[in-house]
């Protein structure tokens, strides 16, 4: 059987053989928020399909391509479209992508999500940085014997999202006068959304946002040495604080912030 790093060589060449190298940032979009990719200069598109060992995407909303190149002045490597544990991958596929982008050289990783709010001050539309996360998805993708040249086996989770990018981001979100909110994130493993009673206790635990991906990506990046950004944009209350929820008001929420979501970034971006 081939191992993970012998697998992950081989994607690793594949995607370098495209013409991907001196790599700075991994970059996830969420859903609907895939289209800061199109922003991206010389851009090198490889789709997932073509990718050795890679999964491939199945969600709405999603393309399901690595896009590489330069954005805000810095080289980048997009991922348009993610996996998520509710498709039906283990998590080893879910977070494989962010095994390949530090086998590929980067130093810091940018996730963003779409997510309910939980935080009774937050709206629709809001941007959110993450400050820390709840893995509430009942498995951690690090279960398993450990590569101790990957990572260590007891990763120390009290910095998980870097202070000073968090400081880079809250100052952007100034100077662009866009009204950052930050909080805890919380995972769930999906598909269904929330109950009101989820909810309640997501509040209780200390949860700001939910949602259905990051966490495992965070972990492995953490694993893997990496510094981590992340940004959610909160595109509807979450269970019992709207009157019902769908996937439809979550994408077209994406859609109407799309653009403040694309500055933050950018501007962020340029100052890491
Ligand atoms: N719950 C979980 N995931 C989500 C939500 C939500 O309310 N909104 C967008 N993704």
Redesign the pocket.
Known sequence: MTSLQEKLQQTASYIQEKGVNEIEFGLILG?GLGELADEIEDAVKIAYSDIPYFPISTVEGHAGQLVYGTLAGRKVLAMQGRFHFYEGYPMESVTYPVRVMAALGIHSLIVTN???GVNKNFEPGNLMLINDHINFTGTNPLIGPNDNEMGPRFPDMSHAYTIEYQDVARAAAKKVGLNLREGVYMG?S?PT??TPAEIHMARTMGADA???STVAEVIVAVHSGLKVLGVSCI??L??GMQAN?NHAE?VETTERVKEDFKFLVKETLQEL
């Open positions: 859903s779409a997510a309910g769930f999906g959304y929330e939910v949602g259905m595109t509807n979450a269970a929820l979550v």
